[in-house]
């Protein structure tokens, strides 16, 4: 209990609490209690959480102070009353003697007189035989053991205070003393070496003793002047001091006071419920400052208001479960680790993701801000003005930064604004551009195509890995505009504070480009208060990164088709060797530099998505891919896709550290497809073929000319190809059509095992040869009249070299075994070798590492045991949240369909056949005209699709389902929106609806919603399971057989788990695109008795359990009329 000193505020406020009190205001307080609070004057202690309770019920009376010291009336407010109160100093109560009862007064006789008795018979009756421990007390274990006098031990308990340290501390001080009269007397009788014996004998003993009295009392004067100092310190009392309150949301705190509503908060925590006030309390203590882990102490004590009331910033009214997911993402991000979030589409789910992280992020700003200027260092003497004065100091210097930084961001938004009014409809371009579209670059020389000089030495390799594509001079202003990622050079610094910030990453640019346009309506308050207080909100600083296919600004390598081509030409267009006329005038330059600034403060002034930023670098005519990574230092929010972030060459090459900073990913029921996908390379016969071809015919030009290594390093490129065209020879004579081998079958060929593949592979990379090779190869083929077949693949896109896809595979070939395999396949006559990732884990385990936080969020995340197995096995724990739905469970009905008139109902892959298609045919003829608007059917594969159409047109079941519904057919060589398009105009132009048939995890089962009139019916048939006969997931299905044995796992569980999970969250992903917002509703039917199981039901969403009731019937005449009921009862609401 905290006791305060009462203040003429205060004193002031308990009067008319007590006058009320008299008066029975609505008061049920006791006449004994206000006749305590009245007798109190100021200096009094009160307890802090009764004036709480005064302030409380004043400020719901509407009372106002109208006394003589407050001449203007002010609402009593609790930080009033505190100011100038001080921390009251609780005297300690004299210990109360015991009673003497009279039972204790007898017991005492007792053992006086036994004692008196014992000791009388030892003098009477004296026996050599001394009395053991046993004799003495009869009562007591034969096995009593006695500490202090065991293991030869005396048997005193008193501590010796004196150490070691103490006696050799005194010693030395005896020594010195000695040392001193000894050298005074010898001084002295030396001095005196004129006069007599005797006299220089009383001489020095007089001197010497002088000495001594004098180090005597000095020593003595000290020991005093410590024990005064130790009493003193003991005597003097701490005292706490309420010097300053200050309302940390002003504009919030107004209005809700205005409004009567209380700002007191109730929060109940690890010291029990606390009354909380929405302000910060600094207490002072004289010559002492707060260390900055008293301060985080604090502030974890003295909480600002609970999770549950605060503000996120939401540009609307969020709903209930928004704050929760907010909440929960808050938390997670605030304590650091892994969390997993599941928030169903149409719910908000990137608002409150922006909202939650961004909130914390200038939450956090601002608690580092106080932080430091809390722990500002001076020595415990110092004056507190001169503590006060050193914290203002910090103070603006960090807003001085902040305000010089934005100063430059105000003037490029000036000039955007400006440049939008004056530009209507301008389409100029500047010099630098029009330079490149007039420029017209050939490679006619054959001489471009020749291999430079290389090095095969390792010091050499090492060297050229380390070295920039760039010139010197270019490479030392790019890292200096920080465009290029430094290396970790001692002595260097930094120019631009890097700012914690929040990675977000989604899979697709038109994915973030949606992402952005919503971050354009979120609003937040500055995360460096200002010293005017003037400044209710602070643009936030964004920057959309892109690869070079979505940024590059240069016609002649834009047009290319391929990421890996136009990154292999822009690559090109930076060699030192490239002649200068021919380089790409975008790139950044020292002449440039300036330019480089500007795409900066223009890129952080206004939230722009990655076609902006384009647009940006086509205006200013600098290259927005390079100059972009200027931006990321100073960026709160970076945008960027997949592969820019789970790759850790490209993070590399951006200059991207991940140390500390929060990464969200968006739709991440992708995440783990997406992962191995990245690592995952193959390779096909015919790109083998043609890089063969193209070496041959590069050697068979260049042989006499190409120098030592290059002519070695080239030869053993082929004699590597001859032998993995060796073993697919082998694989085509197979009967089967798809297995695996290993990396020693592949390279079984003559002489490979004496290659080293690292060098091989720097090599292709270093030097080039696969641009160089197919550059050339293109340019002389059509003239070659030897080389038709060459010619002819050359006449089409050969905008990705072969030799690329071949050094990727080569690079696996290095992989350690456990974590990937390598499978063949063939299909129409072509064989295929690929290397597929096994284990994801490790490749995203530095993600996790590095970030404070990492946040996986996304619709359907169920079921999420999958990624705590598979992503995560390394974590004893994790953060997972999956909130409701908006619309109530009466707005969505779920049934399983689990038999029909025949029996029941089961789409196995061995039952699926033409009487499987009919009855689904028959059930849907039932299902339709209970249906009015849009029925989607989704099905396993599209092989069932192929064959559910063919049944259908034969027994005429399509035409009786076309006079009920117009019917669409999702189709693997049509677009998905031109399908999509013709449904949603036979939705709006018929009133009975129309059906859509499509594929589980086909195009129309994501990323397009079936808001409203277009899904009032989802029907599921079947599980779409993988096919688990597949060479690939065989391989995986044993590996994580094999981990969880490891475990202690029973053998075959965790691979079936997995292959139910995958097959469930694709099932989820596709109802999941039917309830769009709080007013839709929809039904959905599961048409397979598979899906009454315990063990599938649990896989489904929360959102969607609720609806589908245990007990509820899943015979197909039932279900139609509960559709039908269901239907009848929300038209008509």
Request: glycine letters at 6%; a neutral charge.
């Amino acid at each position: 209990m905290v006791r305060i000193t009462v203040t003429t505020a205060a004193k002031a406020a308990i009067i008319k609490y007590c006058e009320l009190g008299q008066a029975g205001n609505a008061y049920d307080d006791d006449q004994a209690r206000l006749n305590n609070l009245a007798a109190l004057d100021v200096g009094s202690p009160i307890d802090h959480a009764e004036l709480m309770r005064i302030a409380k019920s004043l400020r719901a009376s509407r009372v106002q102070s109208t006394g003589k010291s407050y001449d203007t009336p002010t609402v009593w407010r609790l930080d009033s009353l505190l100011r100038g109160s001080s921390i009251a100093q609780q005297s300690t109560p004299p210990v109360a003697k015991p009673r003497q009862t009279a039972e204790y007064k007898a017991l005492m006789r007792k053992l006086r007189a036994d004692e008196e008795r014992r000791q009388y018979d030892r003098m009477t009756h004296a026996t050599t035989v001394p009395e053991t421990f046993s004799q003495r007390f009869p009562h007591a274990p034969g096995y009593g053991f006695n500490p202090a006098t065991s293991h030869g031990q005396t048997g005193n308990d008193e501590d010796d205070d004196m150490t070691f340290q103490d006696v050799n501390r005194q010693m030395i001080l005896i020594i010195n003393v000695l040392i001193s009269i000894i050298c005074c007397s010898v001084f002295i009788w030396v001095a005196a070496r004129r006069w007599s014996v005797p006299q220089r004998l009383g001489l020095s003993m007089s001197g010497s003793g002088i000495v001594a009295f004098a180090e005597v009392a000095i020593y003595l004067g000290y020991i005093k002047r410590l024990g005064d100092a130790k009493q003193k310190e003991k005597k003097a009392l701490e005292k706490k001091e309420v010097v300053e309150t200050w309302v940390i949301d002003k504009a919030k705190t107004s209005s809700s006071v205005t409004k009567n509503e209380d700002p007191l908060r109730l929060r109940k925590g690890k010291h029990g419920l606390v009354d909380l006030h929405d302000t910060y309390v600094r207490f002072q203590r004289p010559s002492c400052e707060i260390s900055a882990e008293d301060f985080r102490q604090a502030r974890s004590i003295v909480n600002l208001t609970t999770m549950a009331n605060k503000d996120f910033h939401h540009p609307f009214e969020p709903y209930d479960i928004q704050l929760q997911f907010m909440t929960a993402i808050y938390d997670c991000i605030e304590q650091g680790g892994i969390g997993i979030f599941e928030s169903p589409t149409g719910t908000g789910k990137s608002f409150s993701l922006i909202c939650s992280s961004l909130t914390w992020l200038r939450e956090h700003k601002r608690r580092l801000f106080d932080e430091a200027s809390a722990t500002v260092e001076l020595d415990d003497d110092e004056p507190d003005w001169m503590s006060e004065h050193a914290k203002a100091s910090r103070q603006r210097e960090m807003r001085q930064m902040r305000e010089d930084f934005e100063a430059r961001l105000n003037v490029a938004r000036e000039k955007e604004r400006k440049l939008k009014e004056r530009a209507a409809g301008s389409s100029s371009t500047s010099k630098r551009r029009k330079l490149a579209t007039d420029q017209h670059v050939t490679t006619s020389d054959e001489d471009d195509f020749l291999l430079d000089d290389y090095e095969s030495d390792d010091d050499r390799q090492a060297a050229s890995v380390q070295r920039s594509t760039y010139s010197a001079e270019t490479s030392k202003l790019m890292e200096r505009l920080g465009i290029m990622h430094r290396g970790n050079q001692e002595g260097e610094t930094s120019e631009v504070v890097e700012e914690l910030k929040v990675f977000f990453c989604s899979r697709t640019h038109s994915q973030l480009s949606q992402f952005v346009g919503e971050l354009q309506r979120v609003h937040l308050p500055p995360g460096m208060p200002s010293e005017s207080d003037d400044k209710s909100e602070e643009p936030l600083k964004h920057v959309s990164l892109g690869s070079r296919k979505n940024l590059c600004i240069n016609p002649k390598v834009a047009k290319l088709h391929s990421q890996t081509a136009v990154n292999e030409r822009c690559v090109e267009l930076q060699q030192s060797s490239t002649p200068a006329d021919q380089k790409c005038p975008f790139l950044p330059s020292k002449e440039s530099s300036d330019l480089v600034l500007d795409f900066r403060d223009h890129t952080l002034a206004q939230i722009r998505d990655i076609e902006d930023l384009a647009n940006l670098g086509s205006r200013l005519g600098i290259c927005p891919y390079y100059a972009s990574r200027s931006a990321i230092a100073p960026a709160e929010i970076v945008t960027l896709p997949y592969p820019l972030l789970l790759q850790k060459t490209a993070r590399d090459a951006l200059g991207i550290s991940l140390k500390g900073h929060i990464v969200v990913i968006d739709e991440a029921h992708n995440l783990m497809d997406a992962v191995e996908g990245i690592y995952s390379v193959e390779v096909s016969s015919a790109q083998l073929q043609r890089a063969r071809e193209a070496l041959l015919v590069y050697l068979q030009k260049f042989r006499n000319r190409l120098k030592g290594s290059n002519r070695v390093y080239v030869t053993q490129v082929v004699r590597v190809i001859d032998s993995m065209l060796q073993y697919v020879h082998e694989v085509d004579a197979m009967a089967t059509t798809g297995g695996t081998f290993q990396p020693s079958q592949l390279l079984a060929g003559k002489g490979v095992d004496q290659i080293n593949l690292t060098k091989l592979i720097r090599y292709i990379g270093d030097s080039k040869l696969a641009r160089k090779v197919e550059g050339y190869v293109a340019h002389v083929a059509p003239s070659e009249n030897n080389s038709a077949s060459l010619a002819k693949s050359y006449d089409g896109d050969v905008n990705v070299p072969s030799l690329t896809s071949i050094q990727n595979f080569l690079a696996t070939l290095m992989n350690p075994s456990n974590e990937g395999n390598f499978f063949w396949n063939k299909q129409h006559g072509a064989s295929t070798l690929r290397y597929m990732l096994l284990d994801p884990s490790e490749h995203f385990r530095e993600i996790v590492e590095d970030a404070r936080a990492v946040i996986l969020a996304g619709g359907t995340m169920s079921p999420m045991d999958d990624y705590r197995q598979r992503l995560f096995p390394y974590l004893p724990s994790l953060k997972t949240f999956s909130c409701g739905h908006l619309i109530p469970t009466s707005s969505l009905l779920v049934r399983a369909v689990a038999s029909d008139e025949s029996g029941p109902l089961e789409f196995t892959f061995k039952a699926r056949s033409s009487e499987t298609a009919r009855r689904i045919g028959q059930a849907l003829l039932k299902i339709a005209p209970q249906v009015q608007g849009g029925l989607v059917v989704f099905l396993p594969s599209y092989a069932t699709l192929k064959q559910v159409a063919a049944a259908w047109s034969s027994e005429s079941i399509t035409a009786d389902l076309a006079k009920i519904k117009p019917v669409f057919w999702d189709n693997q060589t049509e677009s998905a929106e031109t399908t999509f398009k013709e449904y949603s105009q036979a939705i709006n132009t018929n009133r009975h609806g129309a059906v859509m048939l499509s594929v589980i995890g086909g195009k129309l089962s994501e990323g397009i919603n079936f808001a409203d009139d277009l899904g009032r019916c989802v029907v599921v048939v079947g599980l779409p399971f993988p096919n688990l006969q597949t060479a690939e997931w065989k391989a995986r299905l044993k590996y994580i057989d094999n981990v969880s044995v490891a475990r202690g796992e029973a053998s075959g569980k965790a691979g079936r788990e997995h292959a139910e999970n995958v097959c469930m969250r694709a099932v989820n992903q596709a109802v999941g695109r039917v309830i769009r917002h709080k007013s839709d509703w929809a039904s959905i039917l599961l048409m397979d008795s598979r899906y009454n199981q315990t063990r599938i039901r649990g896989k489904l969403p929360g959102w969607i359990k609720k609806s589908f009731a245990d007990n509820s019937t899943s015979d197909l005449g039932h279900v139609v009329e509960d559709l039908a009921t269901f239907n009848k009862g929300r038209r008509s609401a």
